[in-house]
């Protein structure tokens, strides 16, 4: 059986699938599981397809202190007790900083490249390289594909591409380059087969997780998102503030006596719904509560989504559609239903009962633009980018590729 095995590593889990390739290059999904805990609690927990459990073991925190172990201990697992033996392995890697549009085949020369790129994701990048390296030291003959996601906002013109700075810092990187390009491809590949009087027209995608971002796409392809340098700017989200004056952060160094990597862990990890409401930076959790902070945070959320909505549709000259994706996208009639209401002045009418029942399309039959929900797959995203290198030894262009 032939398959690719597919990994998300993070600073304290590292989430795995294995997709099985079957005839003409079609992808199934054969197994779901995480090593999570990592250095605190680390548990491996897999299921199959139909969320059938596999494993569920807790391990000793001397046995799973970081991502490579964790790798390990995912990998000796599929080959062992499950016979998965990948043909390949395809990586969420956050950063492709300026050089990748698309993912890449990796050898020692393309991690050292990745490399750089760590101070511009130092939350990410160390992660999501570390099980690269280890398998290129363990297995060094099975092909490895990272996958970036700034690579599907490289088609941003150089407006949006720039800050207000000097030149040479951009010549240095210093760059808005966006995030969530994976789950931004799998929507714009699966418009023409969900929504195809859209998808070659002007459509606002949120992507609306505890990670959260907007991206205006025209044709398919992505000119404006609300994220830039890292992944702290744009929409506020479960710990990171969003939109931020710079003053802010010069305050807190300068009054509060922060460091640098104070402020960092702070901005990464304090701010957001979790810091405004100091209730949770979980979305059900803040619906469901009645605290006053709490409310502040959902409605500051919704706002700022509104906000942004227009700058995006300024960037569009117009919006044709609006698209819900991730967590909160997907699963919160409550958030859709209050974020529509912010997107009225742009045409949006709500179909309340469509809303509550989650279907795809959840505007009225006079709304002047259709909102809709689509489920991102950001893993199928990468196995596909995976199979077409393997396969063609080239990613191609992604719009023209199928979807099962
Ligand atoms: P993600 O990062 O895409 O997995 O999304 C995680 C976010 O989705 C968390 O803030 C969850 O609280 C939120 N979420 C998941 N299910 C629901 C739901 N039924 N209602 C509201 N928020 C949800």
Redesign the pocket.
């Known amino acids: 059986m032939d398959s690719i095995l597919v990994v998300n590593a993070g600073s304290s889990s590292v989430k795995f699938q294995v997709f099985v390739i079957e005839g003409e290059g079609t992808l199934r999904r054969l197994i779901k599981g995480q090593v999570d805990g990592i250095g605190s609690r680390p548990r491996l927990r897999a299921s199959g397809a139909g969320s059938d459990p596999m494993a569920d073991r807790a391990y000793p925190v001397e046995a799973i202190p970081d991502v490579p172990a964790a790798m390990n201990v995912a990998g000796e697992w599929l080959r062992n007790e499950v016979r998965i033996h990948p043909m390949a392995v395809g990586h969420r890697v956050v950063h492709g900083g300026p050089d990748y549009d698309r993912p890449v085949l990796v050898d020692h020369g393309v991690v050292a490249r990745l490399e750089r790129f760590v101070a511009l994701a130092p939350l990410h990048q160390p992660h999501n390289l570390a099980p690269i390296r280890s398998i290129l030291a363990n297995f060094p003959t099975v092909p490895q594909v990272a996958c970036f996601d700034t690579a599907f906002h490289r088609t941003h013109g150089p407006l949006a591409d720039h800050y207000a700075i000097p030149h040479q810092l951009h010549a240095e990187g210093v760059r808005r380059y966006g995030f969530h390009g994976l789950s931004y491809e799998y929507i714009s590949r699966t418009l023409p087969q969900t929504a195809p009087e859209i998808a070659e027209r002007r459509v606002i995608v949120a992507?609306?997780?505890?990670?959260a971002s907007m991206c205006a796409m025209k044709g398919g392809q992505s000119v404006e998102s609300t994220m830039g340098f890292t992944a702290l700017d744009g929409l506020p989200m479960?710990t990171r503030p969003g939109q931020l004056d710079p003053g802010v952060v010069l305050y807190l160094m300068s009054e509060k006596g922060m460091t640098a990597s104070k402020v960092q862990d702070f901005l990464y990890r304090d701010c957001g719904?979790k810091g405004l409401s100091g209730v949770s930076?979980?979305?059900?959790?803040?619906?469901a509560s009645t605290d006053p902070q709490a409310k502040l945070a959902v409605d500051y959320f919704v706002y700022r989504i509104g906000l942004n909505a227009g700058m995006l549709a300024a960037a569009l000259q117009g919006v044709d559609a609006f698209v819900f994706t991730?967590?909160?996208?997907?699963?919160?009639s409550?958030?859709r239903a209050r974020v529509a209401a912010h997107l009225g002045w742009l045409g949006a009418a709500l179909d309340a009962t469509a809303n509550a029942r989650h279907a795809r399309l959840i505007s009225t039959k006079n709304s002047r633009i259709p909102v809709c929900v689509i489920p991102?797959d950001e893993e199928l995203m990468i196995a596909q980018h995976t199979l077409s290198l393997l396969m063609n030894g080239q990613s191609p262009n992604p719009r023209h590729e199928r979807v099962s």
């Not at 992507?207 to 990670?211: I, K, V």
């Not at 930076?281 to 619906?287: I, S």
Request: hydrophobic share 30%; charged share 20%; no cysteine.
């Open positions: 992507h609306l997780g505890s990670g479960g719904l930076n979980d979305m059900r959790e803040l619906e991730a967590g909160i996208g997907e699963n919160s409550g958030i991102t």
